[in-house]
């Protein structure tokens, strides 16, 4: 059978080196064409030299430039824009693991480019799901979404319709902070926010699970993903995390997809459609026997975590989200920089919600993709600015 050709956008974070180690463990039916980073110098180096793709998309204009020249007389051609991309290359399968809204735009690019497309961007379907989808459809590529809750979802709902479907929660481990007394919150430090219990992850990410804005972005990515009406989602808190999604169905049964905590394991079902050996991939870490006994479901502590009552602002709602993905963006990075605490994100963010401009940005219903630059960036400007006006952390 002809080796189907691969593209990983965002080859040097967490998912996209995961992704990696599978097609490299299968070189006899894929090849890797095309790898795309941020500016990570050394491991864009070792990727080259090891993966040998056709294409290397560098994001940053300086490593871009450095790298080039490294690679001047190579087989991979190395580009700094994935629009220099010649038009001709087409690929079966392109993971989108870029963090960030970063990532909308190369998605939307290789979707015209793949017969099939693994989403682990969630900003890019929280802001452009309407445009995403369309595009999927003009050129029949198959989405399959890889963040673990929604590759759940994905297999435990397929031919059910909403009026099928009593309640769909998603889980959500806690993150370091389940057991932490709320009075030491204050004091919480990026190395302990980023300290993930359970799965090893990119930064952003570690600490968007760790006051749980993660959980909010994934019901709104659900919500825009799955036919399902909003008040089917809830978030429950599942420290173990080896449930991922669990599903009640009115005819009385409630289903669940249980799987270790290794993101290679959604990539690869979603790879090769669920029909394969997962022992070539992975060593097991821990036995369902074992582990069974130990499945604990809670409530969300809401004083503790009160980013997840944003969800009652109907924050999913026409382009809020875009508004609330922007702001987490820059809070995040400010919480990394030491300029804001850890609190602070969530007191930022509701800063945001209440600004007098909000609305206006709030209630476009189909965005086009430079409405969503201007309203990410009116998000961005007016949540720095509400910083710098606040001395105070
Ligand atoms: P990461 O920070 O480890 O990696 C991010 C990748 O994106 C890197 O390759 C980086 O070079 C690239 N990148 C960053 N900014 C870019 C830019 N401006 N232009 C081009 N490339 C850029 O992140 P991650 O943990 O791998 O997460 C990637 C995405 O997958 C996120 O959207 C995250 O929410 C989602 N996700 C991750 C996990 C996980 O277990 N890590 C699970 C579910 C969903
Ligand atoms: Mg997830």
Same mark, same amino acid.
């Given at each position: 059978?002809?080796?189907?050709?691969?593209?990983?956008?965002?080859?040097?974070?967490?998912?996209?080196?995961?992704?990696?180690?599978?097609?490299?463990?299968?070189?006899?039916?894929?090849?890797?064409?095309?790898?795309?980073?941020?500016?990570?110098?050394?491991?864009?180096?070792?990727?080259?030299?090891?993966?040998?793709?056709?294409?290397?998309?560098?994001?940053?204009?300086?490593?871009?430039?450095?790298?080039?020249?490294?690679?001047?007389?190579?087989?991979?051609?190395?580009?700094?824009?994935?629009?220099?991309?010649?038009?001709?290359?087409?690929?079966?399968?392109?993971?989108?693991?870029?963090?960030?809204?970063?990532?909308?735009?190369?998605?939307?690019?290789?979707?015209?480019?793949?017969? =099939? !497309?693994?989403? /682990? *961007?969630?900003?890019?379907?929280?802001?452009?799901?309407?445009?995403?989808?369309?595009? $999927? +459809? #003009?050129?029949?590529?198959?989405?399959?979404?890889?963040?673990?809750?929604?590759?759940?979802?994905?297999?435990?709902?397929?031919?059910?319709?909403?009026?099928?479907?009593?309640?769909?929660?998603?889980?959500?481990?806690?993150?370091?902070?389940?057991?932490?007394?709320?009075?030491?919150?204050?004091?919480?430090?990026?190395?302990?926010?980023?300290?993930?219990?359970?799965?090893?992850?990119?930064?952003?990410?570690?600490?968007?699970?760790?006051?749980?804005?993660?959980?909010?972005?994934?019901?709104?990515?659900?919500?825009?993903?799955?036919?399902?009406?909003?008040?089917?989602?809830?978030?429950?808190?599942?420290?173990?995390?080896?449930?991922?999604?669990?599903?009640?169905?009115?005819?009385?049964?409630?289903?669940?997809?249980?799987?270790?905590?290794?993101? =290679? !394991?959604?990539? /690869? *079902?979603?790879?090769?459609?669920?029909?394969?050996?997962?022992?070539?991939?992975?060593? $097991? +870490? #821990?036995?369902?026997?074992?582990?069974?006994?130990?499945?604990?479901?809670?409530?969300?502590?809401?004083?503790?975590?009160?980013?997840?009552?944003?969800?009652?602002?109907?924050?999913?709602?026409?382009?809020?989200?875009?508004?609330?993905?922007?702001?987490?963006?820059?809070?995040?990075?400010?919480?990394?920089?030491?300029?804001?605490?850890?609190?602070?994100?969530?007191?930022?963010?509701?800063?945001?919600?209440?600004?007098?401009?909000?609305?206006?940005?709030?209630?476009?219903?189909?965005?086009?993709?430079?409405?969503?630059?201007?309203?990410?960036?009116?998000?961005?400007?007016?949540?720095?600015?509400?910083?710098?006006?606040?001395?105070?952390?």
């Amino acid at each position: 059978m002809k080796k189907r050709n691969v593209a990983i956008l965002g080859s040097t974070g967490s998912i996209g080196k995961a992704s990696l180690d599978i097609f490299i463990s299968d070189k006899k039916n894929f090849k890797v064409i095309l790898l795309s980073a941020k500016s990570n110098y050394s491991l864009i180096i070792k990727q080259i030299k090891k993966i040998k793709p056709s294409y290397f998309i560098i994001n940053d204009y300086d490593v871009f430039q450095k790298v080039s020249k490294k690679f001047n007389n190579s087989k991979t051609k190395i580009l700094n824009n994935y629009k220099n991309l010649p038009i001709k290359i087409n690929f079966d399968i392109t993971i989108s693991c870029i963090v960030g809204i970063a990532g909308l735009e190369p998605t939307i690019e290789f979707i015209k480019r793949s017969k =099939k !497309i693994l989403l /682990a *961007n969630k900003e890019s379907i929280i802001c452009g799901w309407h445009i995403i989808n369309n595009i $999927s +459809k #003009k050129y029949k590529t198959t989405i399959v979404p890889v963040d673990s809750e929604h590759f759940s979802i994905h297999q435990l709902t397929k031919n059910f319709k909403n009026s099928d479907l009593k309640k769909i929660y998603l889980t959500a481990s806690g993150g370091p902070f389940l057991k932490k007394p709320l009075s030491s919150f204050s004091k919480i430090r990026v190395k302990d926010a980023i300290r993930h219990p359970n799965w090893s992850m990119g930064k952003k990410i570690s600490i968007d699970s760790s006051n749980l804005m993660n959980k909010v972005l994934e019901i709104i990515e659900a919500y825009k993903f799955f036919p399902f009406s909003i008040d089917k989602y809830e978030i429950i808190i599942h420290p173990q995390s080896l449930i991922h999604a669990v599903v009640i169905f009115k005819n009385g049964q409630v289903k669940f997809l249980y799987h270790e905590t290794d993101m =290679k !394991i959604p990539i /690869a *079902n979603a790879i090769y459609d669920n029909n394969f050996d997962i022992t070539k991939i992975i060593k $097991s +870490k #821990k036995q369902f026997l074992k582990n069974s006994t130990f499945l604990n479901f809670e409530k969300v502590d809401k004083k503790k975590f009160p980013i997840v009552t944003f969800l009652k602002r109907k924050i999913y709602n026409n382009s809020s989200p875009i508004i609330l993905n922007a702001s987490n963006e820059i809070l995040v990075d400010c919480f990394i920089k030491g300029k804001i605490s850890f609190n602070g994100i969530y007191r930022y963010l509701k800063l945001v919600f209440n600004d007098r401009d909000f609305k206006k940005y709030a209630i476009k219903k189909t965005p086009s993709i430079k409405d969503i630059y201007e309203i990410d960036n009116w998000a961005r400007e007016k949540t720095l600015e509400l910083i710098g006006d606040n001395n105070e952390k």
